[in-house]
């Protein structure tokens, strides 16, 4: 059974940083695709990245690329997505995501979703 578990959102200030964290049970992370998105209030969800597991590849939204990374740490089974450099409209709900899928192509389909964690960057 796949179950994740996002956390590690709050509020921080413009030009900050923040790590979240996406635990992941009853499946190996590196077996499946991953992907983080995000969801700002009266926007659809949308894509951040996506980590391939076929290859290891990070795929990124336009507007993260060069700010965001997602580090992995196997002992854990745990993916992070960190953020630097953060702006307000990074704001929203973002959620963590495990399937097979194609990185390459999005919007990326997830069947297997985490709940969500506020991420609130004030200007």
């Known amino acids: 059974d796949v179950q994740l578990q996002a956390s590690g959102g709050g509020l921080v200030q413009a030009g900050g940083s923040l790590r979240l964290s996406c635990a992941a049970s009853g499946f190996t992370f590196d077996d499946y695709d991953i992907g983080w998105f995000r969801q700002a209030p009266g926007k659809e969800r949308e894509g951040v990245s996506c980590i391939s597991s076929s290859d290891g590849s990070t795929y990124y939204a336009d507007s993260v690329k060069g700010r965001f990374t997602t580090p992995t740490d196997n002992a854990k089974n745990t993916v992070y997505l960190q953020m630097n450099s953060l702006k307000p409209e990074d704001t929203g709900v973002y959620y963590c995501?495990?399937?097979?899928?194609?990185?390459?192509?999005?919007?990326?389909?997830?069947?297997?979703w985490g709940q969500g964690t506020q991420v609130t960057v004030s200007s």
């Open positions: 995501a495990a399937d097979h899928v194609v990185c390459g192509d999005y919007p990326w389909r997830f069947g297997s």
